[in-house]
């Protein structure tokens, strides 16, 4: 026996449940794919943190980090939302990873010191971080040197 179409059966009733659940918002849009790079993820974080979306901010940028595990202005960008939310631990550990992929980056050891300074930890070695920043130098020169006074004290 093989079941027929008709206009009272089974079949359309079937087809016309399955169109109005999937058209009633239960479908999910899967992406199998990320359009952004690990640098757009980056850049639409920071957006999101200019415009006061912390939460939002450490998605993409955790989403970035997937993409690109080495991606340092990440990491420290990820710190930074921390540090903002007074997780000066977790902070801590996202400056140092960062350190260890971009060893030279002077954002990178400011911010730990400034890290190890809120949580009244390693004073010493807060100072040295602080040191290297200014030593690296750069456009942020005049926020290193007030973070190394701060340590300093």
Request: charged share 25%; with cysteine; proline share 4%.
């Amino acid at each position: 026996m093989t079941a027929r179409a008709t206009a009272g059966g089974p079949i359309p009733l079937v087809i016309t449940l399955g169109l109005a659940l999937g058209l009633s918002g239960c479908a999910h849009l899967v992406l199998l794919h990320d359009p952004l790079t690990a640098v757009e993820h980056n850049d639409l974080g920071v957006a999101y943190e200019a415009g006061g979306q912390p939460v939002l901010a450490a998605r993409e940028y955790r989403a970035s980090l997937r993409l690109d595990p080495h991606q340092g202005r990440a990491r420290v960008n990820l710190g930074n939302v921390d540090a903002g939310r007074g997780r000066w631990r977790a902070a801590e550990k996202s400056y140092r990873r960062a350190l260890r992929d971009s060893v030279g980056d002077a954002d990178a050891m400011n911010n730990l010191a400034i890290a190890l300074h809120r949580q009244s930890r390693k004073p010493d070695e807060a100072r040295q971080w602080a040191e290297r920043a200014v030593a690296a130098g750069g456009a942020r020169d005049s926020l290193y040197r007030a973070t190394l006074d701060e340590v300093a004290r």
